[in-house]
C-alpha cells in the first residue's frame, strides 16, 4: 500500500485548483464544446457545467452514485406547452443544483452543496411523441425494445414517460436533487420507478479506471473513448431537433451471485471473453488490447469463445454499429434477501440500427445468460444541452 | 465556489502520503490507543488499521456508505466454541477486507481494493448472553430497548443475534465486504435485516463536518469528541470482558418531509432548538457553542423550547449522561413511492443507564415525534478491538 497521490501529483499541476478543475474540466471538455464557459472559470473544481451542446451526464465519468427515476405524464400534461412549462422549471432548478445552490422553492437549501460533480440527464418516453404537435417529432430509430426470449420485464422497472438521471460524487446530494425535481414536476407528472446505483470508477491509486460491476468484471472496456469522432458518430443524433441529443436505453439485469461463484475462474474468464485480473481481452495483456477474434489455442478452440460476452457484444459483429454504454451496480433487499445487479444504461444515436440487432445476438447466444436476467426495460429520447439564454427540451417543444 | 483544497493545504502538512494519513490516523489515533501501528505507517493513507483497543469504526468519522446486517445464530450455533469458530473467521476476513485484500476464498478478489477507509464493526445480540457459559456474560446496563410510545416497530427490522456494520468510502466496496462476512457465516447464522445507509462528513470545500440529515438538519453537534476523556467515559465500557467494549442501540427512523416542509424555517429551528443554517443553538451563534438552557426572548418564552430536541436530548436534562450518537440517512423505495429517514446509532457504555431515560424523555415530549416514527430497534454489545495475535470476541469466548 502507498499513500493515496494528491491530485497535483494526479494531474501534474501546481495549484489545486487548477488540479481539481481538471478532474472534472476533462468530462465538460469531453461532452460539451470546446466553448463551454468552465474553461474560463477553473475555480469551479468539482463542479460540473450544466451547459453545453450535449447533457454534461452523457459523457462525463459513470458518477459514484445515480438515481434514475421514470414519470408519467398526468393526464393534465396533454401539449407541448404543458411539456416545455415543465421543462423550463427543470432547467432552473439544473443551473442551480449543478452549481450547488438551493433551487428555487428548495424546502433543504442547506443540502444543496457543491463540488459533488452533480449532472443531470432527462429524457422524454415515448409517450411524448404521441402528444398533439409531437407526433411527427418521434425520432429516427426511437423505438421501445421488444421483449428478449431471456427477459422477465417486471412492470415496475419498465417504461416511463420521462426520466431524471442525477449522479455526483455523494449520495445525499443525489436524493437531495431529486427530490426537489419530483416535487417541481408534481403538477405535471408522477413517479413510476426509480433505480438506484454506485460505480466506482478510481482505482486504489486514486486514478480513473473503467469499473468493475458486482460479479467483478471489468465492465465497459469496449466502450468508444468520448471525445473522438467515434465516440460523437455513436453516440450523439444529427435528426433534427434531436440533433446534439442522443437515446437512452435503461436495463435492469439481475445478476446470481451464487450459482456465478460456483464457476471456476477461467470458467467465469472464457463466458465473458476477457480477464478477470485486468479485463483484457484473453487475446490481450492489457484492457484496451482489441479482440483477436480468430485466434485459437493448441486444441484448435477459439480463444475467444464463440458464445462468450465480449465476442458477441464487439462491433465487428454488429456491422462495425457501436453504443456508448455504461453501468451502475446496485443491490435490493426484500428483507434478508438481497438482489444484486446492474443498472445498464446504452447511449446510441439510433436504437433500431445499433442497439437492437446486438441486443437480439446476446438474447440469442451470450453465455451469461445463464446468470443474468434483464427484469426492467425503458427507452428515452435525450435532448441535446441547453446554453444560458436557452432550457432543456426547447428544440422539440417549441 | 473556489476550488477544492488539496490535502495538504488543509492538514498544513509537506508530503501528499503524511496528509492523507493525517485524514484517517486521526480517526485511528482517535478511537485507539496511542501505541496504535498505523502511526508507524504514515503511508497506509485512507485505509483504517483494524487492530487497537478498540473496534477502530466507532471513533471514526461517520462512513459515506455504510450496511448494517443482522444475522440470527443457527440451531446448530450454540454454544461459544461455534461462535468462536465464526469470530475467528471474521478476524482474518476484516484484517484482509481492511487493508484492500481479498479475504480468504473470495470469490470476487478484484472487488478487494485499498484505500476506500472500510471498516468492520461486529456486535453481539442479547441471544448470544443465553448460551452455555455465557449467561454470567450479559454486560451490565445491556438491555433490549422497550418500546416507546411512538415507536412502530417491524420485525423486519428489528433484533438480531449478531451484527456487521460495514463502512467505507466507496459503495461497491462495503457491499463486497458484507457479500464475504455474510457468506463465511453461513455455516452459523443468517441474516434477518439489512439496513444500506450514507452519511456526507465533507462540507463543499472538502473540510470535515458534522454533516446532514435529510430534514437538513446538522446532526450530531452534541457529541463527545473522539479522543476526549469524556469520550472515553461515554462510550468505553470498564465491565469485564467487555472492557474496551461498548453497546450499540440501532433505530429505524422514518421522516415524514412532506409534512416537516409545510413547516416555516422558524418552525423547524424552533422545533429542534437549533438553526438550520450552521446548527448552532438558538442561544448561539456557531455549532459548536453549549446550549444557553435558561435563555427567553423579548415574550418571556425559552429561546430553547421546553419540547426542542436539543433541549431534551441535552445531557444537562439526563443526569449529565451523555451518549455518542451516528446517523446514516436512508432511503427505501416501494415502487414508485420512497420512504427516507435515519438509522440512528448511538454508543454508550450502558445502555440502561445513559441510553433508556434520554429515549424515555424524547419519547414523552419531543417536539420531533410529530414528524418522526420509530420502525425498527436493536441493541448489540460491541467486543473490544484486536491485536495482531488476537481475535474479535476473544474476552468474551475464551
Given at each position: 500500500m502507498t499513500g493515496k497521490p494528491s491530485r497535483r501529483q494526479l494531474f501534474g499541476y501546481a495549484g489545486a485548483a487548477a488540479a481539481g478543475a481538471a478532474v472534472t474540466g476533462g468530462a465538460v471538455a469531453l461532452g460539451n464544446s470546446s466553448s463551454d464557459p468552465a474553461s474560463a472559470q477553473p475555480a469551479a473544481?468539482?463542479?460540473?457545467?450544466?451547459?453545453?451542446?450535449?447533457?454534461?451526464?452523457?459523457?462525463?465519468?459513470?458518477?459514484?452514485?445515480?438515481?434514475?427515476?421514470?414519470?408519467?405524464?398526468?393526464p393534465s400534461t396533454d401539449d407541448q406547452a404543458a411539456l416545455g412549462r415543465l421543462l423550463r422549471l427543470w432547467t432552473k432548478d439544473i443551473v442551480a443544483l449543478s452549481a450547488g445552490r438551493p433551487a428555487l422553492g428548495d424546502t433543504a437549501p442547506e443540502l444543496a452543496v457543491a463540488n459533488v460533480a452533480l449532472t443531470v440527464t432527462v429524457g422524454f418516453g415515448p409517450k411524448v411523441f404521441t402528444l398533439p404537435g409531437l407526433t411527427a417529432k418521434k425520432p429516427r430509430g426511437f423505438s421501445a425494445v421488444p421483449a428478449m426470449s431471456h427477459d422477465r420485464l417486471q412492470p415496475q422497472w419498465s417504461g416511463g414517460d420521462l426520466l431524471l438521471l442525477v449522479g455526483a460524487d455523494d449520495p445525499?446530494?443525489?436524493?437531495?436533487?431529486?427530490?426537489?425535481?419530483?416535487?417541481?414536476?408534481?403538477?405535471?407528472?408522477?413517479?413510476?420507478?426509480?433505480?438506484?446505483?454506485?460505480?466506482?470508477?478510481?482505482?486504489?491509486?486514486?486514478?480513473?479506471?473503467?469499473?468493475?460491476?458486482?460479479?467483478?468484471?471489468?465492465?465497459?472496456?469496449?466502450?468508444p473513448a468520448p471525445g473522438t469522432p467515434e465516440f460523437d458518430s455513436t453516440v450523439w443524433s444529427t435528426d433534427g431537433w434531436l440533433t446534439g441529443g442522443t437515446t437512452l436505453v435503461v436495463r435492469r439485469i439481475t445478476m446470481n451471485l451464487d450459482t456465478w461463484d460456483e464457476l471456476t475462474r477461467s470458467e467465469q474468464e472464457r463466458a465473458v471473453g476477457r480477464t478477470l485480473s485486468n479485463g483484457a481481452p484473453l487475446t490481450g495483456s492489457v484492457e484496451q488490447d482489441d479482440l483477436d477474434l480468430e485466434k485459437r489455442d493448441a486444441e484448435g478452440r477459439l480463444v475467444i469463445a464463440e458464445t462468450s460476452h465480449a465476442r458477441l457484444s464487439h462491433h465487428s459483429?454488429?456491422?462495425?454499429?457501436?453504443?456508448?454504454?455504461?453501468?451502475?451496480?446496485?443491490?435490493?433487499?426484500?428483507?434478508?434477501?438481497?438482489?444484486?445487479?446492474?443498472?445498464?444504461?446504452s447511449y446510441q444515436a439510433d436504437i433500431v440500427s445499433q442497439f437492437?440487432?446486438?441486443?437480439?445476438?446476446?438474447?440469442?447466444?451470450?453465455?451469461?445468460?445463464?446468470?443474468?436476467?434483464?427484469?426492467?426495460?425503458?427507452?428515452?429520447?435525450?435532448?441535446?444541452?441547453?446554453?444560458?439564454?436557452?432550457?432543456?427540451g426547447r428544440t422539440l417543444l417549441t
Open positions: 473544481a468539482r463542479t460540473i457545467d450544466p451547459y453545453g451542446d450535449h447533457q454534461p451526464g452523457i459523457a462525463a465519468a459513470s458518477p459514484k452514485h445515480a438515481e434514475l427515476v421514470a414519470l408519467n405524464l398526468l445525499v446530494s443525489v436524493v437531495h436533487a431529486v427530490r426537489r425535481l419530483v416535487a417541481d414536476a408534481a403538477p405535471f407528472a408522477r413517479p413510476v420507478w426509480r433505480q438506484t446505483g454506485f460505480w466506482n470508477g478510481t482505482g486504489s491509486d486514486g486514478k480513473p479506471v473503467t469499473g468493475r460491476n458486482l460479479f467483478g468484471q471489468v465492465d465497459g472496456s469496449g466502450n459483429t454488429n456491422d462495425g454499429r457501436r453504443i456508448f454504454r455504461k453501468g451502475l451496480n446496485y443491490v435490493q433487499d426484500t428483507g434478508a434477501t438481497r438482489e444484486s445487479g446492474l443498472i445498464f444504461l437492437l440487432p446486438l441486443l437480439a445476438r446476446l438474447d440469442a447466444a451470450d453465455a451469461l445468460n445463464e446468470w443474468t436476467t434483464t427484469i426492467g426495460s425503458a427507452v428515452f429520447a435525450i435532448p441535446p444541452g441547453f446554453r444560458e439564454d436557452g432550457w432543456l
